[in-house]
T-cell receptor, first 112, second 112 residues
Framework: EPEVTQTPSHQVTQMGQEVILRCVPI?????FYWYRQILGQKVEFLVS????????KSEIFDDQFSVERPDGSNFTLKIRSTKLEDSAMYFC??????????FGEGSWLTVV | GENVEQHPSTLSVQEGDSAVIKCTYS??????FPWYKQELGKRPQLIID???NVGEKKDQRIAVTLNKTAKHFSLHITETQPEDSAVYFC???????????WGAGTKLIIKP
């Protein structure tokens, strides 16, 4: 069964450093998402992406964040200057056209 | 914007008994309500979903009910088993991009 894949599974970074999290959505999917989950808390929507542009973003997704689909298969989330509070599990997700959203295994980001 | 409330935060039931988790939502335009099961350190896994044109849906031991008038929906798990132990999240989908707004989660503990 096709899956959303994410890399890295875990990254530790110094505060202030840039981080890029990578995702390969399911190949025929058209809509892409990033969510984050701070340890022990609920999942929070960050951004949705469709037709090579951001379709919606939450208040969390400020100027420190950006997304890109550079080559038609990868979907990346960049955090320009990481803060301690960016430590979380980041989930990439995708869907084709129906409601069902498929999640990747997540990238655990630890900012020290 | 949409807000999803979920109760209880922790639910402990005897193996074989039923478990019920409840969620309320605020945006009457929300039209898709999935339930996810998340085991520690893993991605959320869709277990059942319901659309706003349906009042109830069942899949083996799992059922979901939706009351659009009252803006609440519930997850019912019958004949609970130890492997049902996990955190369960409800979510509501609003907007044309179907981004999910999540509840805070319910930790379900099945006692042997």
């Amino acid at each position: 069964e096709p899956e959303v894949t994410q890399t890295p599974s875990h990254q530790v970074t110094q505060m202030g450093q840039e981080v890029i999290l990578r995702c390969v959505p399911i190949s025929n999917h058209l809509y892409f998402y990033w969510y984050r989950q701070i340890l022990g808390q609920k999942v929070e929507f960050l951004v949705s992406f469709y037709n090579n542009e951001i379709s919606e973003k939450s208040e969390i997704f400020d100027d420190q964040f950006s997304v890109e689909r550079p080559d038609g298969s990868n979907f990346t989330l960049k955090i320009r200057s990481t803060k301690l509070e960016d430590s979380a599990m980041y989930f990439c997700a995708s869907r084709v056209s129906g409601n069902t959203i498929y999640f990747g295994e997540g990238s655990w980001l630890t900012v020290v | 914007g949409e807000n999803v409330e979920q109760h209880p935060s922790t639910l402990s039931v005897q193996e074989g008994d039923s478990a019920v988790i409840k969620c309320t939502y605020s945006d009457s335009a929300s039209n898709y309500f999935p339930w996810y099961k998340q085991e520690l350190g893993k991605r959320p896994q869709l277990i059942i979903d319901i659309r706003s044109n349906v009042g109830e849906k069942k899949d083996q031991r799992i059922a979901v009910t939706l009351n659009k008038t009252a803006k609440h929906f519930s997850l019912h798990i019958t004949e609970t088993q130890p492997e049902d132990s996990a955190v369960y999240f409800c979510a509501a989908s609003t907007g044309s991009n179907y981004q999910l707004i999540w509840g805070a989660g319910t930790k379900l503990i099945i006692k042997p």
